[in-house]
């Protein structure tokens, strides 16, 4: 109880420093919001206006002070361009955004643990290599390549999965599985690299020496002690996919939050900007916080620390 | 009295015009009714709120939305009334009676009454709305105080009753009727907009051909024809609907699979050549002039570009048919700031040919017989930064040694408008899109005295009062015996600023829409002039 609510403080401070860096460093961009909003045509009377309406025209720490009144008051503004409250902007893609970050963490896990734990049983051997390999070419492969042959080969040629938008499950599976791929080399690795530690403690060679079968040794023993580093790089992935894959989202026209921020950088919309970058880092600190929660729960000598 | 004006107002533009409209002639053949079609973009819809969209994607959705005064002959420039159904001109050109048609609703069922004209111009120029139109309206009695703050309401525009309109002008404004025809002068009811609470771009209300049905945020939007719609026959689709966070690679493959019929944002170039090639190429491309010059701002206040010889160096130095190959065909070279499509449009005028040896000898007369070093500025998405490393070959052939910076386009813009920081500036991403089809939207804000403040968008920072007067002697012109008159004198503005060489017009690059083999229509109403996609007059074949 006291960790979470140290947590929440140091999250609120987290949060403070986020809103103060990104506002500062948006406002200290060479780009005029009013003057986009304004468009070509506009006067120089317009462009004033527009300015003093949106109190662009206050003094920067004015303009923050207010920004965070409103954001105590759980008021995220409204966007200069759309002119909609930026909150119900980013609740219409929490759905989308939330499905696609569950599906991708759900298929990295699956994969990875597997991978990871199959290459650490034949450690050194023709497997072990060909995991290694694919897990390489998996890490380094660019999103929007597998995106697009994934999509091809099995949307367009095969017509296995619908090629864009949100809706049933069918939808989610052809992007789920292209943050997988793209991401599972790296929890393999790190199952890989953990569980090969484990296998060399004396609880696993007691275990096996009591003549329990290897994969009980594996699944009861080795695993839940390897599976430490996968539970925090959850969290972290819970925070990155937060913020968007814009990616991902642009190929399979996925309605999250990164095709939100990515035309609001375009616009120079800052609310939009602050709103998504506020929220991702919520993302992160709630990851790490639900991490912290639950290692304890899976490695009981946390507990005792 | 109007139809004579009508035509003689539009003389040049049909002239300019004539190989289109026997296009169009050629495809109009019994457009049908019904069927719902699906339209792709990348980007999603920002607002549909005519007093503040301003991009070319949602601007032919509010086009069909909402209703004005005024509004054009599908696929061409030709202005002709919509909601009015007659109007007068004073013979000082400074009164405008608009007489409305009886019985247009709003499709939240009111009728359209005059002081609803009158609020939402209003609407428009008030700075509270946040919206880009209020210059437009400068010309109405009362505007400066509407957009200084000191009145919310327009003095020059009165109702004497429900079904009159009239609009007073503080200067003769030949483009006045133009304006009533952008989007910004679409007609909204006060009621929909006070109870949309401030989110009337998400909850439109209008009285055009078209009602918004649905809008899933960041997903798609639906349409619905108006049953009500004053024009029998129109629109001709059923409804369509609107699909964002498209990649346009995807969109194309989607529309060869049949599940879209139109990809807004046209065919990547990677695909262009592989789909014109293909067997259904042909049926399946719209490739369209459009209002559009794509050219390098020369900076007049930045040595050396201050030196008239260098900047008609540069002018001749540029291969403006390489950049066309660049974009496989989809331009022209340009040789005047004016669009081969626009009204006061000099074909006779041959501008600078490309020719490195005569630019080599200009730079040497100006005293740079070695060239020197400068900076190019371009936004950072395909094919710009190509184009504008093109142009730096092109000047390195000359000796100039020009550093290619590309930028996010709100980067750009703001070191267009900032006095002294960009001396040249390619104008890709952003070039200058007529807001209707008069040259002197071309003018002002780009090339005139006006536009060459801190935060305009004229940067070449080009000043010449000479011009200007002859700009604003021009616009005064609103007889209509003396539009072809006009005319001339907007295209002699044009093709005489060209001896100063502020810019050099680079191309004249062409809009592509995909659509499915189902789609009918003439190639001008999918790249309509006025309005990109004209949803009112598309059909669907089967």
Not at chain 2, 293 to 311: E, I, Q
Request: proline share 6%; glycine share 10%; with cysteine.
């Amino acid at each position: 109880m006291l960790l979470v609510a140290r947590r929440l403080v140091q999250a609120l401070l987290i949060l403070l420093g986020v809103a103060a860096i990104t506002f500062v460093l948006l406002y200290a961009l060479p780009a005029d919001p009013a003057r986009m909003i304004a468009g070509r045509s506009a006067t120089a009377q317009t462009v004033a206006n527009i300015r003093h309406e949106l109190g662009l025209d206050q003094p920067l720490l004015m303009q923050f002070w207010h920004y965070l009144s409103n954001l105590l008051s759980g008021n995220l503004g409204r966007s200069y361009a759309q002119k909609t409250d930026v909150w119900t902007l980013i609740a219409a893609r929490l759905p989308a955004t939330l499905t696609l970050m569950a599906a991708g963490i759900f298929v990295e896990v699956l994969l990875g643990l597997t991978l990871g734990t199959i290459a650490a049983i034949r450690r050194g051997g023709f497997v072990d290599r060909l995991v290694m390999m694919a897990s390489f070419v998996g890490t380094s492969a660019p999103q929007f390549l597998v995106a697009l042959l994934l999509l091809y080969l099995l949307a367009v040629t095969l017509g296995w999965f619908p090629m864009s938008g949100f809706g049933g499950f069918s939808h989610v599976v052809l992007p789920g599985v292209t943050l997988g791929l793209c991401g599972a080399g790296w929890y393999a690795r790190m199952v890989r690299s953990a569980m090969i530690d484990v296998l060399n403690q004396d609880y696993v060679r007691t275990a096996r020496a009591k003549g329990l079968s290897s994969r009980r040794v594996i699944l009861r023993h080795a695993l839940p002690n390897a599976i430490l580093p996968i539970i925090a790089m959850i969290g972290i992935d819970i925070g990155q996919f937060m913020g968007g894959v814009v990616v991902v989202e642009a190929v399979y026209g996925w309605p999250g939050i990164g095709q939100l921020a990515w035309q609001a950088i375009q616009q120079v919309d800052i609310p939009i900007i602050m709103g998504v970058t506020l929220t991702s880092a919520l993302a992160i600190v709630i990851g790490n916080l639900l991490a912290d929660l639950i290692a304890p729960i899976v490695d009981p000598r946390i507990r005792t620390r | 009295m109007f139809k004579r004006w009508l035509q003689t107002t539009t003389v040049a533009t049909v002239l300019a015009l004539a190989p289109l409209s026997a296009m169009s002639a050629m495809a109009q053949d019994a457009p049908k009714q019904g069927g719902e079609i699906v339209v792709t973009y990348k980007d999603d819809i920002t607002t549909l709120d005519p007093a503040i969209g301003y991009d070319w994607v949602n601007w032919s959705m509010i086009k069909s939305l909402y209703s004005r005064l005024m509004d054009y002959k599908p696929g061409t420039p030709d202005l002709e009334p919509s909601l009015a159904e007659s109007f007068t001109v004073s013979p000082d050109g400074l009164t405008y009676t608009f007489k409305l048609r009886k019985g247009v609703k709003f499709s939240n069922g009111r009728e359209v009454v005059a002081s609803d004209v009158k609020y939402s111009i209003e609407r428009a120029v008030n700075p509270k709305t946040q919206g880009p139109g209020a210059g437009f309206f400068g010309s109405i009695q009362g505007a400066e105080d509407v957009t200084g703050g000191k009145s919310e309401t327009l003095s020059g525009i009165e109702t004497p009753d429900a079904g009159t309109v009239v609009f007073k002008l503080s200067r003769p404004d030949a483009t006045f009727l133009h304006v009533l025809a952008i989007n910004f002068a679409s007609v909204v009811p006060k009621e929909a907009v006070d109870a949309a609470g401030g989110d009337f771009g998400k909850k439109p209300v209008g009285s055009g051909t078209f009602v918004l049905k649905d809008w899933t945020i960041g997903q798609k939007l639906t349409f619905e024809r108006n049953k009500d719609y004053f024009v029998k026959d129109m629109p001709h689709i059923d409804g369509f609907t609107v699909e964002v966070g498209q990649e346009p690679l995807v969109a194309l493959l989607r529309l060869q699979k049949g599940e879209v019929d139109i990809a807004g944002d046209g065919i990547p170039p990677a695909k262009f050549l592989e789909i014109k090639n293909s067997a259904d190429g042909a049926k399946m491309i719209v490739d369209g002039e459009q209002l559009n010059t794509g050219y390098v701002t020369l900076n007049t206040k930045v040595k050396p570009f201050d030196n008239v010889k260098v900047r008609q160096a540069v002018n001749m130095a540029v291969n403006k048919e390489r950049i066309t190959r660049i974009l496989n065909g989809r331009a022209t070279p340009a040789n005047q700031p004016l669009p081969p499509l626009m009204p006061g449009y000099d074909k006779s005028f041959k501008g600078y040919a490309y020719d490195v040896a005569k630019a080599k000898a200009l730079l040497a007369e100006a005293g740079f017989p070695k060239g020197f070093e400068t900076t190019l500025y371009s936004t950072n998405t395909d094919p710009q930064p190509r184009i504008a490393q093109a142009i730096q070959q092109d000047l390195a052939a000359v000796g100039i040694k020009a550093d290619v910076r590309a930028l996010a386009q709100a980067n750009v813009i703001a070191a267009g408008g900032t006095e002294g920081e960009a001396p040249m500036i390619w104008s890709g991403g952003m070039a200058w899109i007529a807001d209707f089809p008069d040259a002197s939207n071309f003018y002002g804000p780009i090339l005139g005295c006006s536009g060459a403040v801190p935060g305009g968008w004229n940067w070449s920072w080009y000043c010449n009062k000479d011009l200007d007067a002859r700009a604003i002697a021009a616009d005064s012109m609103s007889d209509p015996a003396k539009s072809a008159e006009r005319t001339a004198a907007w295209g002699k503005v044009f093709t005489d600023i060209m001896a100063d060489a502020p810019w050099v017009p680079v191309i004249n690059e062409r809009r592509v829409v995909a659509k499915s083999l189902r789609m009918g229509g003439a190639d001008n109403i999918y790249i309509d002039p006025t309005r990109v996609i004209n949803y009112d007059a598309i059909y669907v074949n089967q």
